[in-house]
């Protein structure tokens, strides 16, 4: 079997901690006689004239850093890089603490509404890039993710070489995982208890959604203390599908405080609307480090308003 050769640097740097983008032109039968015909076609949503604004600006680079011309000949297996349009997102207006750093790895207490990685609509506005900005370390890449409306602690990479080796954690299940929730009280609900599905969740569809099956997400619910008709809960996840505790908490008919997508699907909200958000936080994170050896257990530091009082949950 023929090794895939190396990817080669990015010629270009980092921009306001967000990387270059990537492009590697496709092999086999290739209908583009040019570079610019495959990436006017490949990059469609960038509108009109957009990608030849960028050959005539020069910011259409290849490996060696050197501009590509829009005539130049389609090449099978070829990189090149730009910097993608960038338009302006709203500050996410909360700190983003540190709770541990090392030469290893940064484990961050990200607030609700921020980003882990940059994705769709929210870029420099992420978790990863205002690190890379902050620490001054552009290697830094997430070990795992936590979804933008969840706040709580997020593991961060230092060394690029050593980013397989803390992901592996999260694949095999050797990271244990904590989170809190704010929920209402249903005093007809048994706890605590672990609650198997099967959940799918497909391309293009906001929801996740429980089918019959084999199971493959498992969420362990306890009571932690009820106030009034709210509880506050604590949730063990023992495998990692996507939306997997909130689908679990809605399914039990105690659906989490601030959520715009379970039961129901909510209207959107404007992108400076920071009021009431997702309930749900990631408490606790241990693991061995699989590079020094050390056993780490960390805790976010943060609130869940709807417990603590927040005016703006105030009356829930």
């Known amino acids: 079997m023929r090794r895939k050769p190396p990817v080669p640097p990015s010629p270009l740097p980092q921009r306001d901690g967000v990387d270059p983008v990537r492009v590697r032109l496709p092999f086999g039968q290739a ?12 990059l469609t949503g960038a509108g009109p004239g957009v990608v030849d604004g ?62 882990t990685t940059p994705r769709g609509g929210h870029v420099r506005q ?19 993710r936590l979804d933008r409306l969840t706040a709580g602690l997020v593991l961060f990479t230092v060394r690029p070489g050593e980013r397989g080796a803390y992901q592996t954690l999260f694949r095999d299940r ?21 609650v198997r599905s099967r959940i799918v969740k497909e391309r293009g569809t906001l929801t996740a959604r429980e089918v019959a099956g084999e199971p493959n997400a498992v969420s362990r619910v306890e009571l932690i203390e009820r106030r009034a008709d709210l509880a506050r809960y604590r949730l063990v996840p023992g ?11 809605n399914a039990l008919g105690v659906p989490i405080l601030g959520d715009p997508l379970y039961p129901v699907v909510a209207d959107p909200v404007s992108a400076g609307d920071f009021r009431r958000p997702l309930q749900l936080l990631a408490r606790e994170l241990e693991f061995t480090d699989p590079v020094t050896g050390v056993a780490h257990a960390f805790r976010s530091g943060r609130r869940l308003g709807a417990w603590s009082g927040d005016p703006e949950w105030a009356g829930q």
Request: overall charge neutral.
């Open 31 to 42: 209908p583009w006689a040019t570079v610019r015909e495959h990436l006017v076609e490949r």
């Open 174 to 194: 050797r990271v244990r995982k904590v989170y809190e929730a704010v929920a209402p009280y249903d005093p007809a609900l048994a706890l605590p208890r672990t």
């Open 126 to 144: 992420t978790a990863l890039a205002r690190l890379r900005r902050e620490l001054g370390v552009p290697a830094l890449t997430a070990a795992h």
């Open 239 to 249: 495998t990692g599908q996507t939306h997997q505790l909130r689908v679990h908490m």
């Open 54 to 115: 960028m050959f005539a600006a020069g910011l259409v680079v290849g490996a060696d850093g050197t501009a590509v011309a829009p005539d130049a000949a389609y090449v099978p297996g070829m990189f090149v890089w730009f910097h993608r349009h960038l338009p302006a997102e709203v500050p996410v207006p909360f700190p983003l603490e540190i709770v541990h750093r090392d030469e290893h790895i940064v484990v961050a207490d990200k607030p609700h509404f921020l980003a």
